[in-house]
């Protein structure tokens, strides 16, 4: 069962966007999220819209994957609107007991509720159409461009790429482990808060105490195949910039472009 | 102590485009206090059968009756089930976790809400069986133990509960051959001296049919054959068809019958094997 | 017949607690080009200990251990030792880093600075050898035990080592994984001339070994052929090693007074020399 897991929800098709360089992707997020904040008006958001929605129909992603991240984050989008419609000051609109809600108020709440809901979909289109190694491989050569952090790309990503690699099958053991305890009359449902986090004991010990243990082989394994860190070491697939990475950043700059326009020029 | 399954079925993931069928239509009957051993290949559905024994899966379709408890009855208490259905999980060892031997072990008992002087008793006879000895080993920590063990503290912890079902999925999975030997003694003596109920869950042919009194066989989630050994090694060609080997020298028995048919071909240990091959070649002489 | 590692008098013994453990005690042997080398003998009985010696990954207290000439104690050349006698363990999981099956196996010639093109040719031979190349966008979790070991071979031969050792490959497979990697090790052997070290308790696995060594408490207790080590069954079940059943068989025959070949391993030859 657990064998089936996707981790970082990615969505296997056969794509456009998916055949992207993870680092345009990357790239590409960074600077829409960047764009979400010089956005002003609604106009700004029309655009925006516009330009996700080629996105994600090229990305032969089904919409249903997209609303999901939103649903994932619906707590924080309805925190953020309450907040903004009940503390900003401004020409009263409606009054529930002491609480005022301002026009300026519900303003700012619908201009925030949408900024997060872009950002969630923009974020999800990325990860929903790039593999975790890939994007590990993207963040690794980004990360390499960065001063102080580059000492640390390749630890960091190789970190990354062993973590996505046994998730599954710590999950795996999880199972295994919360079955033997259960047949030993452990419990995992009942009880308070706190009893419960003790009950989880039987579960976190032998589960540590097994992942430092494959740690351990782990790295005689790898040293075994002459792993000695990032120094001098090559690719099986360097990453490459193709032709569609070149159109894909020049629609990125002309969504900026547009979107900075709409902070000077207004349609209603 | 009998253990009873009726029609029972397991999908895995049902629904989900990842739906499959561990086991179909099984229908079995334990008796109180035999030594069964259970082979098949890996994916044949032996785990999840040995799951439904102390209710740690439920069935999709089906019912299971342990000592007369219907599992799917509202008010059966799964806890009890599962002090009378011991399940000792492939590398045991790997559910070590407290800070001594006597604790760990103490474990199982302990979810029983017996008192400190029951379970106290319990954790030495426990140790006692295992071959462990209590005196020296009650303070040490599980994981200062070698490999083997620390196994026989796992199966400690089970057996402590006392248990009138043990079922022991591959105990031997991992151990050398002097290891093996040892533990599967363990068990075979715990059995005669308990007279519980073990079911005995192996790869190895060899070791099933040198301990066991009757054996279940299963491929692809249903259960071909259910019999004594003997009877079971009569099927040689069956259990080759679902990728099972029957011994080595009930192989060499069968060779041998095309060439004398007074071979009797379903003799599974050397002991017999050697009186048989005497009077063949006896036999041989006369002519 | 070139020597291709050389153990010279080597013990190693570590502290416990206070207590002194000598898991090797002055073992000497060599390992021939192109052979086929079985070490058998008990958990406890030195032949992991020597495995991670040969391999660098722990240094001999006394005795000194050449691999193609090179010492495991100089700290220089230790990857090239490790480049040229690869080694493959016992836990299938524990020995795979990355999310799909070839980029693993690549894992070794990148680390060695391959350049791309040619770890993407030596990425397919290794996966061809072991027959796993239709698995190659796979991801490792969902393969089975004997699969992942086959890709930890492939994983080490990609790196093209003059010797593989194989520390307990099969312990923790099931039969059909243990015949699949038996296998492989066979072709690796002798199709490919690689000089195989694989150390294993099951005696069924030293058959077709050219060489055989037997070990216990941390010594050489037994060298030879399979033959003439399977022909030894007193000492062997003195050692609580299993023999194969037609060998104690054979062995039992003979004690009833039938002429009999002590060496015999497999049901083909009891029925051939029974019918003579």
Known sequence: MFKDVTV?????????????????????????????????????????????????????????????????????????????????PGTPKFQLWKLVITEEGIHLATFMALRLIFLIMGTSIMTLTTSPIALTDGIEYLLKRIPIVKAYAHELAMMMTIALRFIPTLMEETDKIMKAQKARGADFETGNLLKRAKNLIPLLVPLFIGAFRRADELAIAMEARCYRGGENRTRLKELVYHWRDTYAYMVTIAMIAMIILTRYVNIG | MSIEFIHLEHIYSKGTPFEH???????????????????????????????HMNGLLKPTQGTVVIDGLDLSDKNTKIKEVRQRVGLVFQYPEHQLFEETVEKDIA?????????????????????????????????????????????RVAIAGVIAMRPDVLILDEPTAGLDPRGREEILNQIKSMHS??????????????????????????????????????????????????????????????????????????????????????SMVRRRKDV | MTKVITVDEVSYSYKNDEEENTALDKVSLHINQGEFLAIIGHNGSGKSTLAKLINGIIMPTEGDIHVFGLNTKDENTIWDIRQQAGMVFQNPDNQIVATIVEEDVAFGPENLGIPSDEIRKRVDWALDIVEMSEYKNQKPHQLSGGQKQRIAIAGILAMKPKCIILDEPTAMLDPSGRRDVMKTIKRLNKEENMTIVHITHYMDEIVDADRVVVMEHGTVVMEGKPRQIFSQIEELKKLRLDVPQITELAYELNKEGIDLDRDILTVDEMVAKLCQ
Request: no cysteine; charged share 20%; proline share 3%.
């Open chain 2, 193 to 278: 001296k308990h007279k519980m109920t073990v079911i005995l869950v192996s790869h190895s042919m060899e070791d099933i049919a040198k301990y066991t009194d009757q054996i279940i066989v299963m491929y692809r989630g249903k259960i071909k054959l259910y019999d004594t050994p003997e009877n079971i090694f009569k099927e040689a060609q069956l259990l080759e068809e679902i990728g099972l080997a029957v011994p080595q020298v009930t192989q060499l028995m069968r060779r041998l019958k095309k060439i004398d048919p007074l071979i009797n071909e379903s003799v599974f240990t050397v002991e017999a094997a050697k009186a048989e091959i005497i």
């Open chain 2, 107 to 151: 474990f199982g008992p302990g979810n029983l809400g017996l008192k400190k002087d029951e379970i106290n008793s319990r954790v030495k006879e426990a140790m006692d069986t295992v071959g462990i000895d209590y005196e020296e080993f009650k303070d040490k920590s599980p994981f200062e133990l070698s490999g083997g063990q620390m196994r």
């Open chain 1, 8 to 88: 970082g929800q990615y969505y296997p098709a056969d794509s456009v966007i998916h055949r992207l360089d993870p680092r345009t992707k990357i790239n590409f997020t960074f600077l829409y999220i960047i764009s979400l904040f010089l956005i002003t008006s609604y106009t700004g958001y029309l655009v925006a819209v516009l330009f996700l929605a080629g996105i994600i129909l090229l990305s032969k992603v089904p919409v249903g994957y997209i609303i999901r991240g939103i649903k994932g984050l619906i707590f924080i989008i309805i925190l953020t609107v309450l907040i903004n419609l009940f503390v900003t």
């Open chain 2, 21 to 51: 069928s561990a086991l179909e239509n099984v229908n079995l009957n334990i008796e109180s206090g035999k030594f069964i051993g259970l082979i098949g290949q890996t994916g044949s559905g032996k785990s999840t059968l040995i799951q």
